[in-house]
C-alpha cells in the first residue's frame, strides 16, 4: 500500500514538474522575437516629432516583396548596416509599467543572434544623383543641374529639376528596369533660360524605362534603349 503510494505521489511529482518546465518553454518563446529588419531606415512619426526608424517584417522567408512595418524601439547590441537584409532573433523585455509616460513603449529589446544577413543588390541606386548629361548632351557651362534622389525605403523619388521641386513613385525597379509612375511638382516662377532645361529633364525623367550602374554614375534608357539621362553620384 505504501509502495503504491508513493508511486502515485512520485507520479504526481513528476507530471507537476514536466510541466512547469513546459510552462516556463512556452512562457520564454513568448519573449523571443525573429524579424527581418529592412535594408533601409524611413522616417517615421514618433509622437514628439520625426526620427529615422528601422523597418522590420515578421515574415520567415525574406522576398523582395516584404511589407515592412515602422520599428519604433532600440535593440540593444544590434548594429543597422545599409544596404543589407537582417533576420535577427530578439529577446523581449517587458518593463514595468509604472510611472511610464503614455508614449514611451513597456518594452526593450535585445539581440540574441543575427541569423542571416543578405545584401540588397539594388543598394547603389539609394541617396542622391547630380545630373550631367540630358539626351546625351552633356551640361557644360551651368551653374547647377537638375537633381534626382530615390529613396528605396519609400519607393519614391524626389529631386529639383532647377525650376521646381518635385517627387514622384516608382512604379518598377529590379536589377534593370526603373520607371517612375507619374510625377508631382511646384509650380514656381522660373528664369526664362532654365524653362526648357526644366521641362525636357521632366520629360526625359518619365521617359525612363531602364538603367545600368558604373561606378558612380547612374544611366537611364527609354524603351528603345537610348540614353536620355546621366547622373553623378553626389
Known amino acids: 500500500m505504501k509502495y503504491k503510494l508513493f508511486s502515485v505521489l512520485t ?31 524611413s522616417n517615421c512619426d514618433a509622437g514628439a516629432g520625426t526620427k529615422n526608424c528601422l523597418m522590420v517584417s515578421d515574415a520567415d522567408q525574406w522576398s523582395d516583396t516584404l511589407s515592412y512595418t515602422y520599428f519604433y524601439n532600440a535593440i540593444e547590441g544590434f548594429e543597422f548596416k545599409p544596404g543589407y537584409f537582417q533576420k535577427i532573433k530578439v529577446k523581449v523585455i517587458k518593463k514595468e509599467a509604472n510611472n511610464l509616460p503614455a508614449d514611451v513603449s513597456n518594452l526593450n529589446y535585445k539581440l540574441i543572434e543575427v541569423i542571416q544577413e543578405k545584401q540588397d543588390e539594388l543598394f547603389q541606386l539609394h541617396g542622391n544623383w547630380k545630373l550631367s548629361t540630358l539626351n546625351e548632351e552633356p551640361l557644360d557651362g551651368l551653374d547647377d543641374s537638375p537633381r534626382l534622389q530615390i529613396d528605396l525605403a519609400t519607393q519614391k523619388v524626389y529631386g529639383n529639376n532647377l ?3 518635385y517627387n514622384g513613385s516608382i ?55 537610348l540614353q536620355v539621362l546621366r547622373f553623378i553620384k553626389e
Open 11 to 41: 507520479l504526481i511529482f513528476l507530471f507537476s514538474l514536466t510541466a512547469c518546465r513546459s510552462d516556463k518553454k512556452l512562457e520564454n518563446e513568448k519573449d523571443i522575437a525573429v524579424f527581418w529588419v529592412n535594408a533601409y531606415r
Open 163 to 165: 525650376c521646381n521641386a
Open 171 to 225: 512604379k518598377k525597379l529590379d536589377a534593370t528596369s526603373f520607371h517612375i509612375n507619374s510625377i508631382a511638382q511646384t509650380r514656381k516662377a522660373c528664369p526664362e533660360e532654365k524653362q526648357d532645361l526644366a521641362k525636357n529633364y521632366t520629360r526625359a525623367l518619365l521617359k525612363a524605362r531602364k538603367y545600368a550602374l558604373q561606378e558612380e554614375a547612374l544611366t537611364l534608357y527609354d524603351l528603345n534603349d
